[in-house]
Nanobody, 127 residues
């Protein structure tokens, strides 16, 4: 069964940090760009960050630039999203998604045209 599984979400105070993981099973992420997308209640989904299959190219939403960092370890078939200086407005369900592409390819943050999606992990930033 081909699937992506997110983990690492939880409740954190403003200013705190979390690291989300996105692990693939049933297929290798070596040929897939990965995106992190979030959706807060009552809001449209928002592309947060993407990384190419090689890891050499990344992009970030303006709202998280300088605070979030995306990385990948293809040997572990896992992609990470390090989130620092968290704010209450970062509260959302975070999804990872995979799109097959060239090693340099980074999906547009607003496209959402992914081949596989995870089930999501809740991140709540509150005091």
């Amino acid at each position: 069964q081909l699937q992506l599984v997110e983990s690492g979400g939880g409740l954190v105070q403003p200013g705190g940090s979390l690291r989300l993981s996105c692990a693939a099973s049933g297929f290798t992420l070596d040929y897939y760009a990965i995106g992190w997308i979030r959706q807060a209640p009552g809001k449209e989904r928002e592309g947060v960050s993407c990384i190419s299959s090689s890891g050499g190219s990344t992009n970030y939403a303006d709202s998280v630039k300088g605070r979030f960092s995306i990385s990948r370890n293809n040997a572990k078939n896992t992609v990470y999203l390090q989130m620092n200086s968290l704010k209450p407005e970062d509260t959302a369900v975070y999804y990872c998604a995979a799109q097959k592409g060239e090693s340099w390819y980074v999906p547009d943050l607003g496209s959402f045209e992914y081949d596989y999606w995870g089930q999501g992990t809740q991140v709540t930033v509150s005091s």
